[in-house]
Nanobody, 126 residues
Framework: QVQLVESGGGSVQAGGSLRLSCAAS????????MGWFRQAPGKEREGVAH???????NYADSVKGRFSISKDDAKNTLYLQMSSLKSEDTAVYYC????????????????????WGQGTQVTVSS
């Protein structure tokens, strides 16, 4: 059974930092797309960052220069380092993995992700 379990969310003041972790079990995603998505109240889910099967990363314009996605293949764990947080970053953050996609252009398509975590809340107060 494949599971993605996020951790690291919480409340922080604007300008602060948080690091989210996503531990995968039941499948090795080192060669496939993994990404972070978020959904704020009343808004649609949006892609935040992804890393493809070859290690290339991509970020939403709203987080470029502030967020960094990385993974530890040995631990089968995905990370999202978030810095200079803003109130508009407040959302539930979801980790996702795509067992059938590895190229960057596929990683940008939320529909390619077939495994999702339960989400972790990030609240940024101004």
């Amino acid at each position: 059974q494949v599971q993605l379990v996020e951790s690291g969310g919480g409340s922080v003041q604007a300008g602060g930092s948080l690091r989210l972790s996503c531990a995968a079990s039941g499948y090795t995603f080192s060669r496939y797309c993994m990404g972070w998505f978020r959904q704020a109240p009343g808004k649609e889910r949006e892609g935040v960052a992804h890393i493809d099967g070859f290690g290339s990363t991509n970020y939403a314009d709203s987080v470029k220069g502030r967020f960094s996605i990385s993974k530890d293949d040995a631990k089968n764990t995905l990370y999202l380092q978030m810095s200079s947080l803003k109130s508009e970053d407040t959302a539930v953050y979801y980790c996702a993995a795509a067992s059938g996609a590895r190229w960057s252009w596929d990683c940008g398509d939320a529909g390619r992700y077939n495994y999702w975590g339960q989400g972790t809340q990030v609240t940024v107060s101004s």
